[in-house]
């Protein structure tokens, strides 16, 4: 059981080294901040009928919404989505969660849009969620968190290859924030 515990551990903070050791090199290296991230409206945010409030949240922010799309998560594609947790108490049931009813995918691109759109998201225990985020505004458990959002860059390219092609990203548009910040 303890080597199991720390196996878990070991894992767990493996995972969250990588991510830090990106944002240090990207730090160091100046990197720009234009990103993309997947964000999924999870089954209870669609069943509760808060697609259009979320959207509206990052539209407001005025990221780029370059991919969108309603779907049913597969057993792989949950698998593999949350494959960073498996063997913690709660993946079971996150697997079933995930693949309980439709979820709304997507792609946003912008300035910082990692940090930023987990910042509109709110912490993963809506406890600690501030008011203003949709998980403090909206969601009371855990368990039942309405959104997903990308953790690091890394993660980013990970989950928008398990739910997105290629040829299903719409760059050929500008926003109005990026026709704004051409003049
Ligand atoms: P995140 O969604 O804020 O990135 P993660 O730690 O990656 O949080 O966890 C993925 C999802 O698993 C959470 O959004 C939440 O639905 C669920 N979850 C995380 N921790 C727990 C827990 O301790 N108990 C039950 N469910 C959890
Ligand atoms: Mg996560």
Redesign the pocket.
Known sequence: MLSFLMLNCLFYFTKKLDCALIYGVQIIIGDNRMERTFIAIKPDGVKRGFIGKILQRFEDKSYKIVALKMLNVSMEQAKEH?A??EGKP?YK??IE?ITSGPVVAMVLEGENVIAGSRHIMG??NPDEADVGTIRGDFAQV??Y?IV??S?CKESAEREIAIYFNENEMCENYKTMLELVMEH
């Open positions: 949350y960073e947790h709660f049931s996150l969660y912490k993963t855990k368990e968190n997903h959002g953790d």
